[in-house]
Structure formats: C-alpha cells, structure tokens
C-alpha cells in the first residue's frame, strides 16, 4: 500500500501570500496524483488531477507539479476562500489512498 | 454533469451491518465510462478510501477493511450500494460516494454530499 503524506499539517498565511502544499509518497505513483480541497461541511471537490492539470472550472491560480514520490501544489495568490483543507491521493494498482491533509488557515 | 446522492440510515448498531447506495442521475452506470467509489470520513480526521466498482460488479477494496466491505451495483436502478459487516464506533464516519472516470480512473470528480453513519447502540 502507498502511504501518502502532506506536510506541512497546517499552514498559516494572509490572502496574497503564495501557498506551497507538499505531498512525498513512499513509493512511486508516476504521474496519478490528484488535489483536493475541502471546506467544513462540505465534500472534497477535485482541484488538479494527473499531477499537473486543473479539473473543470478550478483557478489559474491553482498548479500542480510533481512526479515520482514527491508532489507539490502552488496557489498563487490567495483569495479568502482558498482557506480549507486539502488533500493529496493517488491510484496505483488499483489501490487508493489519500494523503492526512494541510490545513491553509488565515494568518 | 453527474449527480450523486448517498442514502441509508444515519444510526447502525455496533456488530450490526451498515448499508448504504449511491443514487447516480445525469449518466448511466451501465455506460461503461466510470468506475464508482466509496469513501469515509470519520469526524474530524482525513479522507479513507473504501473501495470501487465497475459496471460489470468487479471490485476492488481497501486492504485495511479486512473484507468486512462489499460494494455491488444495480445497473437498472442506476445505484451502487456499499454494505459494511460487524461494524464497530470506529466506522463512525461521513460516508461519500464518487465518480472515477476512465479510462485512468485514478480520481474522483463527482462526490455526493455525503451521509453521516453513527455506530452505537
């Protein structure tokens, strides 16, 4: 099973500011990495799918970059509601997993 | 665009099993173009993948339910359902269904609203 986690667990910065969220698999997933982020009482909903390419109607601002064991999301520059959770995932061998999260809180 | 929809009791009693179906309106199940998937939030915590389906009823599962979990569709209703056996406080949780989309299948870009299941007597 591929183990999957973020860092850092919780993240404090200003709307403005660029966000930089990591995830390191324990071993290779290739290029099948997906984003989410999620907001209290709500479901995920997919932000960057393939490591690289951002799902239907989801901000320039939002990029993902990556490939073999360590993955990176970049926000750009933060909007006020940017600030929820997030979590990396990934497919391989028909197992899935998801990373335990970032927390971008306001600073 | 897909729709999806979780329902199914809110309480389940501890031993007892949990069971609930995914109600897909805006595509057919049958269409052979998603795979379908369950996952689980308890309160508080991250994201746990339970497992996924195909049209045709193969599956496959999260190692870590320890075959306690059986996801099976219904190509008619347009439904998938998950059932959890001897459940215990620790399946306490949000549970969500999605869609994967082929032919990668490897993420879920429609998600149901979610359901809370409480396990307690």
């Known amino acids: 099973e591929i183990v999957l986690t973020q860092s850092p667990a919780t993240l404090s910065l200003s709307p403005g500011e660029r966000a930089t969220l990591s995830c390191r698999a324990s071993?290779?997933?290739?290029?099948?990495l997906a984003w989410y982020q999620q907001k209290p009482g709500q479901a995920p909903r997919l932000l960057i799918y393939a490591t690289s390419s951002r799902a239907t109607g989801i901000p320039a601002r939002f990029s993902g970059s990556g490939s073999g064991t360590d993955f990176t999301l970049t926000i750009s520059s933060l909007e006020p509601e940017d600030f929820a959770v997030y979590y990396c995932?990934?497919?391989?061998?028909?197992?899935?997993?998801f990373g335990q999260g970032t927390k971008l809180e306001i600073k | 665009q897909l729709q999806l929809q979780e329902s199914g009791p809110g309480l389940v009693k501890p031993s007892e099993t949990l069971s609930l179906t995914c109600t897909v309106s805006g595509g057919s199940i049958s269409s052979g173009s998603y795979y379908w998937g369950w996952i689980r939030q308890p309160p508080g915590k991250g994201l746990e993948w339970i497992g996924s389906v195909f049209h045709d009823g193969s599956a496959h599962y999260n190692p870590s339910l320890k075959s306690r979990g059986t996801i099976s569709v219904d190509t008619s209703a347009n439904q998938f359902s998950l059932k959890v056996t001897s459940v215990t406080a620790a399946d306490t949780a949000v549970y969500f269904c999605a869609s994967e989309p082929l032919p990668a299948a490897t993420t879920f870009d429609f998600w149901g609203q979610g359901t809370l299941v409480t396990v307690s007597s």
């Open positions: 995932q990934q497919r391989s061998n028909w197992l899935c997993s």
């Open positions: 071993q290779s997933v290739t290029t099948h």
